[in-house]
């Protein structure tokens, strides 16, 4: 058998702290290798018992998620951590700031335990997760604020397939949405998915997601 994922819990809220504790530790692929309170104690933990995700609340005191995140997993950090945030509506404020620190993956707080352990799991694999209410809603929300003045598309050295690819992405689809969107099937999807990564330099969808927006090619 494959060892467990390890997780990291960080979550200043006691009695959510306990039930993701406990929804983790039931799994049988899965074991808690922690659990703190604030973002300081989370990123000398993940140091310490090196994890292989770490579920981050962004408000937190002693040192926020948003900083935390940066610590472990952001530009210059020679060995990231794979970093699952959870938020709320009430903080979509964050969103972006949580993306550009190198998070891999969002879930809103109210999801139900199955998306919580199926985000676990996908970020785990070295593949990043959008919820797509949190790409939608939050992100597009913000997309003014991310987005250029200038309008830059025709720059982007992608083929009309892989923008159209990039787009669907944007919108929170998954592989086989994007698959049965363009009646392609997964596997080309996941080429041109890895093709779009590798031109644009960038680490994974999560990050897909934020050039679409700055760069004008989502809504």
């Known amino acids: 058998m494959s060892a467990p994922i390890r997780v990291l819990v960080c979550d200043d809220q006691m009695l959510v702290r306990t039930g993701l504790v406990t929804i983790i530790d039931a799994q049988p692929d899965m074991e808690v290798a922690g659990e703190c309170g604030d973002g300081r104690t989370g990123v000398e933990l993940a ?3 090196k994890p292989d995700v770490v579920v981050m609340d962004i408000r937190m005191p002693v040192l926020d998620g948003l900083e935390a995140t940066r610590l472990l997993a952001g530009a210059g950090v020679p060995h990231p951590v794979k970093v699952l945030v959870v938020t709320t509506f009430n903080l979509d404020e964050y969103v972006y700031e949580a993306l550009r620190a190198g998070a891999s993956g969002f879930l809103l707080k109210d999801a139900p335990p ?7 799991r996908t970020v785990a694999t070295g593949a990043a997760l959008l919820d797509p209410d949190v790409t939608r809603q939050l992100v597009g929300r913000y997309a003014a604020r991310i987005r250029p003045a200038e309008n830059t598309a025709r720059d982007i050295p992608l083929t009309p397939r892989e923008l159209e690819v990039l787009r669907l992405i944007a919108d929170g689809l998954s ?3 994007i698959a049965a969107a363009l009646v392609i099937s997964q596997e080309t999807v996941k080429t041109f998915v890895s093709r779009i990564l590798a031109k644009l330099q960038l680490r994974d969808r999560v990050q897909a997601v934020v050039y679409a927006y700055r760069h004008g090619l989502a809504t």
């Open 47 to 49: 140091r310490e018992v």
């Open 175 to 177: 592989n086989s949405e």
């Open 114 to 120: 199955d998306r919580l352990l199926h985000g676990i």
